[in-house]
């Protein structure tokens, strides 16, 4: 709305009041004054009506044909501008100045001819038929020897009265003018003085209601007009400070939520999502910058909508296990209404209990694994003490046989006892490494000849490399043997005898590569990744002996030195199994 200013408002009623003291005057003069004027002449009529009376009453006396008296009427009119009548008691004007007095009317009805009849001299103002001119008259008796025989009359037109008055009103009204004018300019520059500083403060007021809280400068005045500018500044400030209080708690609020691992929604009344943090939105791969999607629109999960409508209706918190089936999610949903603080909102916090669920069936698989794996030797085990107790004790070489096979599956139970309390140590951490410079090419060349003996008795060439000699690693030299071991052992299990077996070392960038490589029966394709998985085996029937955890020993020994461990494989060929360490 475009500003009208307060000026106005001070000017207009003020320059109001002024043309009213002007009307106002203007209708003294033409009343109070004009009165005054006419009293003035009235009262001069009257004393030259008292000479006039002097000088006719001997013309009067003289009697017919009064031809002196006209005479002396007309020489009197003339020179004085005064209109002059004498009137007989019987009404008859002998003598006018202005008319042929034949020709007038009787004069005796005229209340001031009665008056002056009755002896007064008296006045009267009224519209004269005979000049058609509003007019003064003054009557005076002619006393002859006590008697009154006639009077004289004189009178004038107020018409002059009435043109001094508008002379003099000219004048005043002209004064009237100018002290208008500058009345009226003085007004203004005062009340411009005054008012326009108010604007300035309505624009500064207008700018903080945009966010712009740079202060006033500083008012010097001290009236009421500096009191507002001060105040203003110091509501400014005080604003400024709140809303950037604010301004930090939502910043705080917000990065809380967006660095919260639940997902957090709140949905209105008319199932509109007005908030969403980041958790959220990676649960349900949500990227439109819409301003308030509806619920289904975000989640895409009829559940949830469900839950939400549930708690609308109870207006009660409910909670539910739910499945993303696209993204593999599963979800512990709550849903809380937020009344009172916002009325009709419900908030969801999502849980991703993804993770739990995986640990929880690595966990099972792990039990069901060892379980397993305890059942095949224990039953055979049972089997054999069975069968010595049933009569094979009666045959001493029969019974031996069975007391080295009993012997041959408790030894694995060991193994697997002791391998998966290693993997357990190694797994949480318990098992502290000794990390030193090491040659790699000396921990290469211990495992292999540690293992030559079995390699031997397998039919088997063990060939182990004998450079590069001047290499470095950080390592324990302890644990990579034990790796080595591992994989050399496998190498010897899954090689048929007159096989080769090497050992080889090589230098790269930032790591030195510990290679393993056989020529037995290998791996195939899709089982090369699985095979470092604890219990995992490529044929459960033909490795009877061995768990299934030296390679996942292994690699969890790799890892803890920063490596890597791989393998590869042409199946019926042979296999090569590498680990990487870190050089010094
Ligand atoms: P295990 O104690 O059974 O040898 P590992 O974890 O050491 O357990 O090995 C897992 C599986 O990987 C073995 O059962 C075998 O099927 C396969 N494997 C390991 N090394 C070799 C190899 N050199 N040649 C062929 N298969 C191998």
Partial sequence: MPRRSLIWNILLPFSLLLALAVVALDLYFSSSVRQNLIETWQKNLTTEAEVVEQLVSPLVAAGEPYTDLKQWVEDYARQSGIRVTVILRDGTVVAESAFDPGLLENHAGRPEVQAAFAGRLSAD?????????????????????????????????????????????GNVNLVLFLVILLSTGLAYLIARRSIQPLGQLADRVDEISRGNFTPLPESKRRDELGQLSRAINRMTAQIHGQLEAIRSEQTKASAILDNMSDGVLIISADERVQYLNQAARRMFHYRDALDHPTLIEVVRLHQLVELWRKTRSTRQAQSQTLEVPAEKLFLQAAASPLEPALPGSTLLVLQDLTRTRRLETVRRDFISNVSHELRTPLASLKALSETLKEGALEDPPAARRFVERMETEIDNLIQLVSELLELSRIESGRLPLNITRANPLEILQSAGERMRLQAERA?????????????????????????????????????????????????????????????????????????????????????TSGTGLGLSISRHLVEAHNGEIWAESNPGQGSRFSFSIPKA
């Fill in 459 to 543: 039919r088997l060439n063990l060939l182990i490399a004998d450079g590069p000699g001047d290499l470095v690693i950080l390592g324990d030299p302890d644990r990579l043997e034990q790796v080595l071991i591992n994989l050399i052992h496998n190498a010897i299990k899954f090689t048929p005898p007159g096989g080769e077996i090497r050992l080889s070392l090589e230098e790269r960038e930032r790591v030195v590569v510990f290679s393993v490589q056989d020529s037995g029966v290998g791996i195939p394709a899709e089982d090369l990744q699985r095979i470092f998985e604890r219990f995992y085996k490529v044929d459960r029937a033909r490795a």
């Fill in 125 to 169: 103002i009224r519209y004269s038929e005979t000049t058609k001119r509003e007019r003064l008259y003054v009557a005076n008796p002619i006393l002859i020897n006590g008697e009154i025989p006639a009077v004289v009359r004189l009178s004038v037109a107020l018409e002059d009265v009435d043109r001094q008055i508008a002379s003099l009103r």
